[in-house]
């Protein structure tokens, strides 16, 4: 699953273009499911399930800023990314 966009990326980079590649990664999933009148594109009445990035999305390089699951903002944070940071900025050994 978190490996998807860039095996997408990589079908777009060999032939099948930008434009299919998200097809086959929103829509197409969704019709094979029988859910493409719920999810898989943004139309009114359907779930919105979308995400903001700075860039291609199918690009290793882009970084998502923002992240709606049925309309709702999703915290991009977690309590693993807040202790990281802070241990980061940790000075080594005991202060006196």
Known sequence: MRNLPFHAGFAAAYGLGKEEALKAVTINPARIFGLADQLGSLEEGKVA???VCD????ETKTQISHL????FRVPLDSR???LYNEFL????GLKK
């Open 68 to 71: 709606f699951i049925s309309g």
């Open 49 to 51: 399930n979308l995400f």
């Open 80 to 82: 693993h990314i807040r």
């Open 89 to 92: 900025e940790r000075q080594p």
């Open 55 to 58: 860039g291609d999305p199918f």
